[in-house]
């Protein structure tokens, strides 16, 4: 399954998931009903005026449309809105989630040593699925050994691992696990989790109503009822009321629950499986797995929250009391024998005591114990592609191998480790990236700095800086550039709002020192700015367009744009604008050339955030199309291929650096 037949099953597990909650809900209303009748039954029957049977009237009719209609109006509004609230916590993203379960983000400059692998792993992962790097969180109090993704984008998306989880297991193991939740990220289960989570909230919400009236009656109730006499039937109406409510309220949870299982459950098959693919390596996650039957903790988790959410996790995070109903993952031997058909049933046996002082760097975890498979003699990309790699660029979208890990593990290694702790550091990442936008051309580069010095603050200290990062990244191969953006995005969230905008400002000055905008200097700008931006507000990545027609303008003005800027002859943009509309037969006669400068990026800008919203058939095309564009000449330039992969990033797509098939010259 690829990238887009993930996202269309996500859309779809979403559309069911919605049914099941309707029907959850109208059990809901009917359970409401019936309380509802039962109760304003003995306030109708009951008449203080009247004396012993007398006081009753008769039985009242088991169809009352008012009382139906007013019971569905506020169950339907108690539930949406406590969902609504739910949602709207989550619109912050993934790290809401990670802090509500007492997560500690993890500092990207630290130097404890499983933090630090922890991290690079993560990195790895992403930079060979060409994602944002994510925020990387520790559940400090959590001793089991689980994990989970969360976020509703690529772009807000964090990775969390417990205590356990990092202290116990080795390094293969940890890559399976990590394997296993970017496999969540990739196929768009977070954000599906998400919703979930909020509707099991609004059907909780009734039963929380219902406790807190109970609550609120318990100390106070006896002392109003000796107060006011005659007030004793009032009072128990309250009482009765609080009771159905609490009642429907976990009735409906319950059944919540079940929806939570099922909708869960088979995801961590894919997920497992995935990891292996991703990994190559079974003993890594199968291996975390046995762990997880051998320790005493096992997965489970401390926190009270954690069974609200305990569909995000990579192992059962509490025990069910309804058996396998409300389990929200298949039962270990079951996921460890669909990995390793030969598992005898023996989990791993703890050791009393482990000194890892005294392992070698390999067998501690650090490095992995093997070198990762793949077929590049060197790091990085070349700097000229095939047509051929160009145009199945668009089919790795969303994917993640054994040969992009190992290239990316790489890659990484190939960066100087000066510029990697740049990446990492929340003050020296914006210098990093202006460093990188730093022009040859003496006249632009003196500007450029003045810019700089003008609106930095300790700007003495930040051009010495600056000067030492340009000097090392002036030998950087090419292909370096792009992941070294993708590595200094985390350094850049903790920002204010006001210290973002200053840079993002300086970023678009610096970028505009010469009037003019390089290929690579927008991609550099748009994958940062489109990334915060999505960070900063994830809810806003919604889907608005879901017609061609709708978006054909803006898709002829990134055909146009980029058969510009992939062409040294003008005359050639036409035909190679030609070659990206074919792919797109449904609104390939409305689609026209566009005119323009090849420096002029202002429409394109715009064309691409309208094209963000479209519905991922939409964008998948848009690629596909892109691809043949850039490739239409025969060959793919370094620059090209960030523009294209800058596109992607944009269209929440995520593209994997590049390479050229096997066997294919470049």
């Given at each position: 399954?690829?990238?887009?037949?993930?996202?269309?099953?996500?859309?779809?597990?979403?559309?069911?998931?919605?049914?099941?909650?309707?029907?959850?809900?109208l059990g809901t209303i009917f359970a409401a009903y019936a309380a509802g009748l039962l109760i304003v039954g003995q306030a109708e029957r009951y008449d203080p005026s009247r004396e012993g049977i007398s006081r009753y009237s008769e039985r009242p009719s088991l169809w009352q449309p008012k009382l139906f209609a007013g019971v569905a109006l506020a169950t339907?509004?108690?539930?949406?809105?406590?969902?609504?609230?739910?949602?709207?916590?989550?619109?912050?993203?993934?790290?809401?989630?990670?802090?509500?379960?007492?997560?500690?983000?993890?500092?990207?400059?630290?130097?404890?040593?499983?933090?630090?692998?922890?991290?690079?792993?993560?990195?790895?992962?992403?930079?060979?699925?060409?994602?944002?790097?994510?925020?990387?969180?520790?559940?400090?109090?959590?001793?089991?050994?689980?994990?989970?993704?969360?976020?509703?984008?690529?772009?807000?998306?964090?990775?969390?691992?417990?205590?356990?989880?990092?202290?116990?297991?080795?390094?293969?193991?940890?890559?399976?696990?990590?394997?296993?939740?970017?496999?969540?990220?990739?196929?768009?289960?977070?954000?599906?989790?998400?919703?979930?989570?909020?509707?099991?909230?609004?059907?909780?919400?009734?039963?929380?109503?219902?406790?807190?009236?109970?609550?609120?009656?318990?100390?106070?109730?006896?002392?109003?009822?000796?107060?006011?006499?005659?007030?004793?039937?009032?009072?128990?109406?309250?009482?009765?009321?609080?009771?159905?409510?609490?009642?429907?309220?976990?009735?409906?949870?319950?059944?919540?629950?079940?929806?939570?299982?099922?909708?869960?459950?088979?995801?961590?098959?894919?997920?497992?499986?995935?990891?292996?693919?991703?990994?190559?390596?079974?003993?890594?996650?199968?291996?975390?797995?046995?762990?997880?039957?051998?320790?005493?903790?096992?997965?489970?988790?401390?926190?009270?929250?954690?069974?609200?959410?305990?569909?995000?996790?990579?192992?059962?995070?509490?025990?069910?009391?309804?058996?396998?109903?409300?389990?929200?993952?298949?039962?270990?031997?079951?996921?460890?024998?669909?990995?390793?058909?030969?598992?005898?049933?023996?989990?791993?046996?703890?050791?009393?005591?482990?000194?890892?002082?005294?392992?070698?760097?390999?067998?501690?975890?650090?490095?992995?114990?093997?070198?990762?498979?793949?077929?590049?003699?060197?790091?990085?990309?070349?700097?000229?592609?095939?047509?051929?790699?160009?145009?199945?660029?668009?089919?790795?979208?969303?994917?993640?191998?054994?040969?992009?890990?190992?290239?990316?593990?790489?890659?990484?290694?190939?960066?100087?480790?000066?510029?990697?702790?740049?990446?990492?550091?929340?003050?020296?990442?914006?210098?990093?990236?202006?460093?990188?936008?730093?022009?040859?051309?003496?006249?632009?580069?003196?500007?450029?700095?003045?810019?700089?010095?003008?609106?930095?603050?300790?700007?003495?200290?930040?051009?010495?800086?600056?000067?030492?990062?340009?000097?090392?990244?002036?030998?950087?191969?090419?292909?370096?550039?792009?992941?070294?953006?993708?590595?200094?995005?985390?350094?850049?969230?903790?920002?204010?709002?006001?210290?973002?905008?200053?840079?993002?400002?300086?970023?678009?000055?610096?970028?505009?020192?010469?009037?003019?905008?390089?290929?690579?200097?927008?991609?550099?700008?748009?994958?940062?700015?489109?990334?915060?931006?999505?960070?900063?507000?994830?809810?806003?990545?919604?889907?608005?367009?879901?017609?061609?027609?709708?978006?054909?303008?803006?898709?002829?003005?990134?055909?146009?744009?980029?058969?510009?800027?992939?062409?040294?002859?003008?005359?050639?943009?036409?035909?190679?604008?030609?070659?990206?509309?074919?792919?797109?037969?449904?609104?390939?006669?409305?689609?026209?050339?566009?005119?323009?400068?090849?420096?002029?990026?202002?429409?394109?800008?715009?064309?691409?955030?309208?094209?963000?919203?479209?519905?991922?058939?939409?964008?998948?095309?848009?690629?596909?199309?892109?691809?043949?564009?850039?490739?239409?000449?025969?060959?793919?330039?370094?620059?090209?291929?960030?523009?294209?992969?800058?596109?992607?990033?944009?269209?929440?797509?995520?593209?994997?650096?590049?390479?050229?098939?096997?066997?294919?010259?470049?």
């Amino acid at each position: 399954m690829d990238f887009f037949e993930a996202q269309a099953a996500a859309r779809k597990r979403t559309t069911r998931l919605v049914v099941l909650f309707i029907l959850a809900v109208l059990g809901t209303i009917f359970a409401a009903y019936a309380a509802g009748l039962l109760i304003v039954g003995q306030a109708e029957r009951y008449d203080p005026s009247r004396e012993g049977i007398s006081r009753y009237s008769e039985r009242p009719s088991l169809w009352q449309p008012k009382l139906f209609a007013g019971v569905a109006l506020a169950t339907l509004a108690v539930v949406g809105l406590a969902s609504l609230f739910k949602w709207n916590q989550f619109s912050a993203g993934g790290s809401v989630v990670a802090r509500n379960l007492g997560g500690r983000e993890v500092d990207s400059r630290t130097t404890h040593f499983n933090e630090r692998r922890l991290l690079n792993v993560v990195e790895e992962m992403a930079i060979a699925a060409g994602t944002p790097v994510p925020a990387v969180y520790i559940l400090d109090d959590e001793p089991g050994l689980n994990a989970f993704a969360a976020g509703l984008t690529t772009s807000d998306a964090v990775v969390a691992v417990t205590r356990g989880t990092l202290d116990k297991l080795t390094r293969d193991e940890l890559q399976g696990v990590i394997g296993h939740e970017f496999s969540h990220i990739l196929n768009g289960d977070m954000r599906l989790n998400m919703r979930l989570t909020s509707l099991l909230f609004g059907i909780l919400i009734l039963g929380i109503i219902g406790r807190s009236i109970i609550w609120s009656l318990r100390f106070g109730g006896a002392r109003r009822s000796r107060n006011n006499k005659g007030g004793g039937g009032g009072i128990a109406l309250v009482v009765a009321a609080g009771i159905a409510l609490l009642i429907i309220g976990y009735v409906g949870y319950f059944f919540g629950r079940l929806i939570q299982a099922a909708v869960s459950r088979q995801r961590e098959f894919l997920a497992d499986a995935s990891a292996v693919q991703f990994t190559r390596n079974p003993a890594g996650i199968a291996g975390a797995l046995k762990k997880i039957g051998g320790y005493a903790l096992g997965s489970s988790m401390n926190s009270t929250k954690s069974a609200e959410i305990g569909h995000f996790f990579f192992a059962q995070a509490f025990r069910s009391r309804f058996g396998g109903l409300w389990a929200t993952h298949p039962p270990l031997p079951e996921r460890i024998r669909a990995i390793d058909p030969g598992f005898d049933g023996t989990f791993f046996n703890p050791p009393e005591v482990v000194n890892v002082a005294e392992q070698s760097f390999v067998s501690a975890g650090l490095a992995p114990a093997r070198p990762a498979p793949s077929n590049r003699a060197a790091p990085g990309i070349p700097l000229i592609l095939s047509m051929a790699a160009a145009r199945l660029a668009p089919a790795t979208v969303g994917t993640l191998t054994a040969d992009q890990i190992a290239d990316a593990h790489n890659l990484l290694e190939s960066i100087p480790p000066r510029l990697r702790d740049a990446a990492h550091d929340p003050t020296e990442a914006p210098l990093l990236l202006f460093a990188l936008l730093l022009d040859p051309d003496p006249r632009v580069h003196d500007k450029q700095r003045q810019i700089i010095n003008e609106r930095r603050t300790g700007a003495t200290s930040a051009l010495t800086t600056l000067d030492e990062l340009e000097a090392l990244l002036q030998p950087l191969p090419a292909a370096l550039r792009l992941p070294l953006v993708q590595l200094s995005l985390p350094a850049l969230r903790p920002l204010s709002s006001p210290a973002l905008e200053a840079f993002l400002s300086t970023l678009d000055a610096l970028v505009h020192a010469d009037e003019r905008v390089s290929t690579f200097e927008f991609a550099l700008q748009k994958l940062v700015t489109h990334t915060m931006k999505v960070a900063r507000n994830p809810s806003h990545a919604i889907e608005q367009y879901h017609s061609f027609n709708a978006v054909t303008s803006e898709i002829a003005v990134v055909l146009s744009t980029l058969a510009r800027a992939a062409t040294s002859d003008p005359a050639f943009a036409p035909e190679a604008f030609a070659a990206g509309a074919s792919q797109l037969k449904l609104i390939e006669f409305q689609l026209r050339y566009v005119e323009g400068t090849e420096t002029h990026f202002h429409p394109f800008n715009a064309a691409l955030d309208k094209l963000a919203a479209a519905s991922f058939p939409i964008r998948q095309r848009t690629i596909i199309a892109a691809a043949h564009v850039v490739s239409a000449d025969g060959h793919v330039r370094i620059t090209e291929a960030e523009l294209l992969r800058a596109i992607s990033a944009t269209l929440d797509c995520p593209m994997p650096p590049l390479r050229a098939p096997a066997g294919t010259a470049t």
